[in-house]
């Protein structure tokens, strides 16, 4: 079976990039949308870091959290 990790990396980059991006456009600190969707203090930081992955029911949270359609967070 072939590995599709160079692709789910690409994919998991974007995400973390375009998580970055809603959040300050939505002028939203880390904190709070870790408060808001029920994380631990410093959850978005890892996630947008690429310490933690970005869950697909995290991002349904955070898309709702910040106003963005889901598919915002995918390229």
């Known amino acids: 079976m072939k590995s599709n990790l160079p692709a789910q990396e690409k994919i998991n980059e974007y995400a973390r990039q375009q998580l970055k991006k809603a959040r300050k456009e939505a002028g939203v600190t880390q904190d709070e949308l870790c408060k808001s969707i029920g994380k631990r203090r410093n959850n978005i930081s890892d996630m947008e870091r690429g310490r933690l992955e970005i ?21």
């Open 55 to 75: 869950s697909f029911a995290d991002m349904v949270l955070m898309a709702e959290k910040l106003e963005k359609p889901l598919d915002w967070f995918v390229e």
